[in-house]
């Protein structure tokens, strides 16, 4: 019997350029390859339509983001609001597949009962009232700090009220299972991996030349992230410090050019961040946010030499053997005054190798996946 499923993407999961759409990309072409028929339903908002989504798709349906005013909502979390789309629902029930839901953001429907009868499960990218909450305490305006806020008061009694109204809850952590399991009395819910564009380690042994930080820069978290890690820890270090990411601000850019040793590379294309990523000696990861599962970590395990890292980035991930632990700037600066001259050896891949494959093989996460569908 064929195997139809619906899958409902918070955005455009084409191109896979932020981390963001990693696991909503990835999986397509793992789920096409074990003979699932996927109908995809995206929410476009800038990134366009994309034909190549054609190749892993039997169709492809597109929907506007209602942004701004006419997506708001004082009753439900703007991510949900405004993406409540009256064509979605149409199409999803138009026949009986099963509906994976990526994101809380597309949960509208089901929160609202008119997914009722059907086999639907809810892929969670993050604690998103948690993450929004940390967003709100690193806002750079009073503004943002109430939006998100507010965003967050309303996100924690949503995904109270959505966690047990799916068949199945996945998780992208160990800690995020625990967390809704802990705060929501969710039962039915499992860790799935993220599915990512890597299936073998790419690492090189030796030396690299710099320290770097990447990320969506136009995230305040991700832009806090750079600016703290200038202002703590290079400005005074004399190692050379490369940041690379998407849409820098102009406070940062200024900032940068006030730091002899460092220097900013605005929107690298995919190729310049791969050669960005495979030339560093250190990889300076701190995060501020503990939920979820940080791509740029996985990015640079796959495919970069030493990473440094705080408890947040790695806390209870299985990763933490393969990453250097800091916990504030003085200790960030003393492992990596350690590690800049120290060649990344044979056996630190090993390492990285057997760690890396317990968790991230694709074809194994797309068969439990499938598995745990029919």
């Given at each position: 019997m064929d195997k139809h499923l619906h899958i409902v993407c918070l955005d455009v999961p084409y191109p896979p350029d932020y981390g963001g759409v990693f696991d909503l990309f990835y999986k397509l072409p793992y789920l096409k390859e074990l003979g699932v028929k996927i109908h995809l339903h995206c929410f476009e908002y800038g990134r366009g339509e994309q034909a190549e989504l054609n190749k892993y798709c039997e169709t492809v349906n597109y929907y506007e983001r209602r942004k701004g005013h006419k997506g708001f909502s004082l009753k439900w979390p703007y991510i949900v609001s405004s993406r409540a789309s009256e064509a979605l629902i149409q199409n999803l029930c138009a026949d009986d597949y099963p509906v994976l839901l990526e994101g809380i953001h597309c949960s509208y429907f089901l929160h609202e009962g008119r997914l009722a009868g059907r086999k639907v499960i809810l892929r969670l990218h993050n604690i998103e009232y948690l993450y929004y909450r940390q967003l709100s305490r690193h806002a750079g305006s009073l503004l943002r700090k109430i939006y998100y806020w507010n965003e967050s008061r309303l996100l924690k009694k949503y995904e109270r009220d959505i966690a047990k109204k799916a068949d199945l809850v996945l998780a992208v952590s160990e800690k995020d299972a625990r967390i809704y399991e802990a705060k929501f009395g969710t039962g039915s819910i499992k860790f799935l991996p993220v599915f990512l564009p890597w299936s073998h380690v790419l690492l090189k042994e030796g030396l690299g030349s710099f320290c770097l930080y990447h990320g969506n820069l136009s995230v305040s978290e991700n832009e806090n992230v750079a600016v703290w890690l200038l202002k703590n820890v290079f400005k005074d270090l004399g190692l050379p410090f490369v940041i690379a990411g998407k849409n820098p601000s102009n406070r940062l850019q200024k900032l940068v050019n006030e730091i002899s040793n460092?220097?900013?590379?605005?929107?690298?294309?995919?190729?310049?961040?791969?050669?960005?990523?495979?030339k560093a000696q250190i990889h300076v990861l701190p995060s501020f946010n503990s939920t979820?599962?940080?791509?740029?970590?996985?990015?640079?395990?796959?495919?970069?030499?030493?990473?440094?890292?705080?408890?947040?980035?790695?806390?209870?991930?299985?990763?933490?053997?393969?990453?250097?632990?800091?916990?504030?700037?003085?200790?960030f600066k003393s492992i990596l005054i350690q590690l800049f001259h120290r060649p990344f050896t044979e056996d630190e891949i090993q390492i990285r190798r057997g760690l890396l494959s317990k968790y991230y093989d694709n074809v194994l996460n797309a068969q439990r996946l499938i598995r745990w569908i029919w």
């Open positions: 460092a220097c900013l590379v605005s929107n690298p294309s995919v190729d310049e961040m791969k050669d960005l990523i495979a979820g599962v940080k791509l740029k970590l996985l990015n640079a395990l796959f495919c970069g030499r030493h990473c440094v890292v705080n408890e947040e980035m790695v806390e209870l991930t299985g990763l933490e053997e393969a990453c250097h632990i800091a916990a504030n700037a003085e200790g």
